[in-house]
């Protein structure tokens, strides 16, 4: 993730003063989009089926914070390639593929100077329901999945995950089951792939609780969660 970049002191010496393409910022995560944004959206230059809605309160890196901490707004953001971190946009060889159509968030990184890019973190930032039209049928489905599912209290999981309380493991459990059934359904219903899923609700919340040391398994009972 971008964010990491400008933590790191030694990718951008004191020397530099301009940008060399080097790409290392679009290896490391694909940026949230803003306000301004829109257009670029809206206009099919940046689909849908390239974004990835963090939830509030989600787990991310926030540069502002010092490391990951749950979001405090909704963000979309360009998707990485495959397992990869890279941004979806990012090509080896030519660089930024959308460079005339980036975003702000690359309009203002300077790895350099990051005050610019500091300055706009989860501010004027667009969720889901600023890109969708007042009347997209999806929106009372995405509503309906944060009645659903919510996001959980993740600050609290990652601080207790090997003292997590009887009851709280059921509760996430039973969200973590309620959560695929309700993407089972409407992926089905709606005939969704993948990469729309992942814009209209975001990831799986077993895969968020994965790195706080939760295993899941399905079996013809149901879903299972360890810890
Ligand atoms: S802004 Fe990004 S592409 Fe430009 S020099 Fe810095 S890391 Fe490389
Ligand atoms: S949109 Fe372009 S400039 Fe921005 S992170 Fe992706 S590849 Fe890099």
Redesign the pocket.
């Known amino acids: 993730m971008?964010n990491s970049l400008l933590q790191n002191d030694s990718l951008h010496p004191f020397s530099q003063n301009s940008c060399n393409k080097c790409?290392n910022?679009?290896r490391q995560?694909?940026?949230a989009l803003h306000k301004k944004d829109l257009n670029l959206v809206r206009e099919g230059k940046?689909p849908i089926e390239n974004l990835i809605t963090i939830r509030k309160g989600e787990l991310t890196e926030n540069p502002m914070a010092g490391g990951i901490q749950p979001a405090g707004v909704e963000l979309v953001k360009?998707v990485g390639t495959g397992r990869q971190w890279?941004?979806?946009?990012?090509?080896g060889e030519k660089?930024?593929?959308?460079?005339e159509n980036?975003?702000q968030?690359?309009v203002l990184?300077k790895c350099w100077d990051t005050k610019d890019i500091l300055d706009i973190v989860e501010k004027e930032t667009l969720s889901r329901f600023d890109i969708l039209a007042a009347a997209d049928p999806l929106i009372p489905v995405i509503r309906e999945h944060e009645r659903i599912c919510p996001v959980p209290d993740f600050l609290y999981i990652r601080a207790n995950s090997y003292r997590l309380t009887e009851q709280l493991a059921k509760e996430l459990e039973k969200l973590v089951g309620d959560d695929l059934r309700f993407r089972t359904r409407v992926i089905r219903d709606l005939n969704l792939q993948l990469s729309e899923e992942l814009f209209y609700f975001g990831r799986p919340l077993f895969q968020l609780l994965q790195p706080l040391g939760a295993t899941i398994s399905e079996s013809p009972s149901g879903i299972t969660l360890r810890w």
């Open positions: 971008r790409g910022c679009c995560g694909g940026p940046i360009i890279d941004c979806r946009y990012y090509d660089g930024c593929t959308i460079y980036r975003p968030a690359c990184l």
